[in-house]
């Protein structure tokens, strides 16, 4: 499809690719103004941009929109794509923008006019008659959307700025085939079933309390969960030859002067005053690992040095930006940092990238690398941009690995490599990410003495594989609907009998598993055994136990299983020994 640049030339840019969907959204956001202001002419547009899965546009209505509204404003869309509208470009001076906007009376528009630079570039597209200030890029026609949705409706403060008016934001997708929203659909609806956030409550694994928004409280099966993560985390970093290191939660302002994120992420820390010195929650791990390097003089006979850390970390969101595990406002970061020479860096960087597939297959995800160059608010020189860059790169291709380049959107301090895995039903998350980094060690002084008696700068590896660890649980809980893995559920057995006089049996047979480290549970209740069963499947317990007369006879129990064919559920009697073995069995071949 033509995509249409701001230089008014068009550039040839398929769907598929991440700028083609880009422009194509953004250009739904316009058609959804457009068809918002014919029906409703007083109502004021704010902001309207692309998002990775669809767009959204801000407005300011001047009555309670409400669904029926929705369903007239994407009757008018299909309206007005159905009229083929061509995209102009039109590049205007900062005078020119502001007045045309003070003609539309457009006051969210008029603001951001004014907050801009007078050297900056402004540039109208315009679509029939709807004219929009924009940087593009957009699709060159209306026609190419064949299929769109109006998805919700929410509310959302001007800026994200709870101190500012609460406007309306419409989601919305599109796409350049019917088939392809169709399956979108599909896909909504199948996620809805897998929302970790339902299903976290209904397997009482989490919580959120009004007391703490965005601060997640886990319960005592969901922290059995983490803790578990954590053991697989601490036993292939030991493998791997990681040492691992706990840093303070909250350190001296100074301290986040030297490591930049004072300066460049200071919006996004929650501060303290002690003893009359500016503090700061630690929104990142890697300036603390610093100092533990520099705690001790260094040889380069200790390199490359890799240190872990599972560190509790905290970043201002705003509450709009909240959505259960996957956006909190605190979460553990599975960090490392690895110290080493230039000659190192290739096979650390390959080293980091083994280690990832390894713990990604085990969990049956496979994934897609992004690369992202340098930021606007960078630091450090153009060679040593260009030399971790290149790093970067080269170990990719040494590991036989595509990536797709993502212009702009490294880390401060460095370019770095994102890993993006795919679940279940084909959507992806970034966990996983490399990013190379000349800059703190630099900022920070560490050194090692060289074979030469000399002292040199290490190069440092910033790392993390599961990302936030409470944001891949609620990945996990969403990519197997909570029917974990046999050697990761928090409870892998349930122990059934079939009246009160087989009790002492079954706690028998409980105190037996448990002995033979199995995650097992009894359901005493006083229900009837059917009820039991039922609920024990709801609760995605991989194994139910069930004894009665023939078992305490036999010293047997009979097993059903949660992951298998119904006619396959029932595996019949067996001693407790053998279901024993089997669920460690199981652990070993991480299914």
Known sequence: MKVLLKNGETKEIAFEEKEGRKAFWHTSAHVLAQAVKRLYPDTKCGIGPATENGFYYDFAFSFPFLEEHLQAVEKEMKAIVKESLSLQVKEVSKAEAY?????????????LIRQLPESEDIFFYRQGDYTELCAGPHISNTSRIKALKLLSVAGAYWKGDEGNQMLTRIYGISFPKASELDAYLQTLE?????????????????????????????????????????????????????????????????????SGHWEHYHENMCTSVIDGSDYALKPMNCPGGMLVYKSQPRSYKELPLRVGELGLVHRFEKSGQLHGLMRTRCFTQDDAHIFMTKEQVQDEICGVMKLIDKVYARFGFSYEIELSTRPENSIGSDEEWELATHALQAAAQNMGKAYIVNEGDGAFYGPKLDFHLKDSIGRTWQCGTIQLDFQLPKRFGVEYMGADGQKHRPIMLHRVVFGSIERFIGILIEHFTGNFPVWLSPVQVRVLFVSDKYLPYAQNILQELKGSGIRVEIDERDEKLGYKIREARMDKVPYMVIVGEKEQKQHTVSVRQRDAEPQKQDMGEMAPARLISLIHEKGERKS
């Open 190 to 258: 199948e996620a809805k079933a897998r929302d970790h956030r339902k299903l976290g409550r209904e397997l009482g694994l989490f919580a959120f309390m009004d007391e703490g928004p965005g601060f997640p409280f886990f319960l005592p099966k969901g922290l059995l969960l983490k803790n578990l993560l954590i053991e697989y985390w601490r036993k292939i970093h030991t493998e791997e030859g990681y040492v691992e290191i706990a840093t303070p939660v909250m350190l001296n302002r100074k301290l986040w002067e030297i």
């Open 99 to 111: 007045a045309f906007m003070e003609a539309q009376k457009e006051d969210f528009k008029l603001e």
